[in-house]
């Protein structure tokens, strides 16, 4: 099994920060990852797919990058609407997702 | 604008079947892996399988035993069952359309970008 570990779990920020979260896999994964930003009794939206491209329709102060094992989510400058939770998935072998990071306001 | 409807019963017993449907639509059915995805109240997601038009699936390995995929496309709709459920299968079920990324023309993956609201299956004695 792939398994995902992101980092850090909990992130606490303010409006207008640079925050970066981190995914890490267990084994090389190419760049068959995605990112996901999920809201309270929401599904989960799909803002990152194959690691770097941004999904239609999600503003480009997000970015993603990175392959084989580690990769990263990069908000530019926080919204208000960008306070959710985040997770990795990978799809190299089966699916397997991150455990999350919460993003907070600080 | 795709839109996924699902159903199916909240309320299980221990030793049940869970059984949920999911139909599509405003697009195509075919040319796309459909999953179902689960998450557990206050914890992480989990991905449990996905099935295209033909009928091809994948399935979570720890999974694998108790869960069926199956796909009508007369309905455009595609359904999950999971035997013999536990309380540890409470959770809130999704049910998402996996879009294929080519490279030189050859598909090589599917990623989830529209899903499911969610159905919350609770299961109890």
């Known amino acids: 099994d792939i398994q995902l570990t992101q980092s850090p779990s909990f992130l606490s920020a303010s409006v207008g920060d640079r925050v970066t979260i981190t995914c890490r896999a267990s084994?090389?994964?190419?760049?068959?990852l995605a990112w996901y930003q999920q809201k309270p009794g929401k599904a989960p939206k799909l803002l990152i797919y194959a690691a770097s491209t941004l999904q239609s329709g999600v503003p480009s102060r997000f970015s993603g990058s990175g392959s084989g094992t580690e990769f990263t989510l990069t908000i530019s400058s926080l919204q208000p609407e960008d306070f959710a939770t985040y997770y990795c998935q990978q799809l190299n072998s089966y699916r397997t997702f991150g455990q999350g990071t919460k993003l907070e306001i600080k | 604008q795709v839109q996924l409807q699902q159903w199916g019963a909240g309320l299980l017993k221990p030793s049940e079947t869970l059984s949920l449907t999911c139909a599509v639509y405003g697009g195509s059915f075919s040319g796309y892996y459909w999953s179902w995805i689960r998450q557990p109240p206050g914890k992480g997601l989990e991905w449990i399988g996905e099935i295209n038009h033909s009928g091809s699936t994948n399935y979570n390995p720890s999974l694998k035993s108790r869960v069926t995929i199956s796909v009508d496309t007369s309905k455009n709709q595609f359904s999950l069952k999971l035997s013999s459920v536990t309380a540890a299968d409470t959770a809130v079920y999704y049910c998402?359309?996996?879009?294929?990324?080519?490279?030189?023309?050859?598909?090589?993956?599917?990623?989830?970008?529209?899903w499911g609201k969610g159905t919350t299956v609770t299961v109890s004695s």
């Open positions: 084994q090389g994964i190419s760049s068959y």
């Open positions: 998402a359309r996996g879009f294929p990324i080519r490279v030189f023309g050859v598909v090589i993956r599917h990623y989830m970008d529209v």
